[in-house]
């Protein structure tokens, strides 16, 4: 699964996107978001606010029970401010 | 007609609107907002500049969904949306947003819609530089609220 990080979630772990493979129990957005925190370290400093993190299946907004594909491709990122 | 584009380089406002209406004298007017970019820095400091950071591919995505939107809640003839991504500098155009219609109510309320919605579902990021250090600009709950707006008046109609 590719994941992709954007603005101050993309700095705090400091890598713009990585493949990763999920362990068999993380099968939804929540899940997924539980797993990356608790590799600690930049991960868990990047997704303390839980909150503010929004999350992309696909190029489309989700919520936390989106359940997900191996082939999807997710984005983490905080709320955004163009216009 | 919808009209999508995410680009680095500025616009020429007047060659926009006058394409958005070309060939089509149905049209009896074109509402349009312009974003520019505001010194943070003030008139003290000696660089000020603003990065805009999106999503390629989503970006465009959410921007045609949102103008589809407004072609389906209003009469519309034509609607533009031009965002800029990259480095800006105060004064520097970032959004144009244009609206055409038979009737000025339709194009003025739409144009209003696209720039309310725009701001808090494109996944656009601004990272201001005040010359002396770098900051993610924070999303303003005002700006929430102003999209929640066009959300209730659906509900109410």
């Known amino acids: ?83 | 007609m919808i009209s999508i584009k995410v680009q680095s380089e500025d616009f020429d406002i007047s060659a926009e609107l006058a394409a958005l209406s070309a060939g089509n004298t149905q049209i009896g007017g074109i509402a349009s907002f312009t974003g520019l970019v505001r010194d943070i820095a003030g008139p003290m400091a000696t660089a000020s500049s603003m990065t805009l950071e999106h999503y390629p591919g989503m970006t465009e995505k959410q921007l045609s969904a949102i103008a589809r939107e407004a072609m389906e809640r209003w009469p519309l003839d034509a609607c533009l949306i031009i965002h800029r991504f990259g480095r800006l500098m105060p004064g520097d155009r970032i959004v144009l947003v244009a609206t055409a219609s038979a009737h000025r109510e339709a194009a003025l309320s739409s144009c209003a819609f696209l720039i309310d919605w725009l701001k808090t579902k494109a996944p656009f990021w601004k990272l201001e530089d005040d010359g002396s250090e770098q900051r993610w600009v924070a999303a303003k709950d005002s700006d929430d609220e102003a999209a929640a707006k066009w959300a209730a008046e659906t509900r109410s109609d």
């Not at chain 1, 129990?25 to 978001?33: A, I």
């Not at chain 1, 190029?59 to 989106?66: I, S």
Request: a negative charge; zero cysteines.
């Open chain 1, 1 to 83: 699964m590719k994941l992709l990080y954007f603005a101050w979630i993309r700095a705090k772990i400091g890598m713009a996107e990585e493949q990763v493979t999920l362990p068999p129990d993380v099968r939804n957005v929540g899940q997924l978001l539980d797993w990356l925190a608790s590799r600690g370290g930049n991960y868990a400093a990047a997704l303390k606010e839980r909150s503010v993190v929004k999350v992309a299946v696909n190029q489309e907004y989700v919520a936390a029970d989106h359940a997900l594909q191996p082939g999807d491709e997710v984005a983490l990122f905080p709320p955004v401010t163009g216009g």
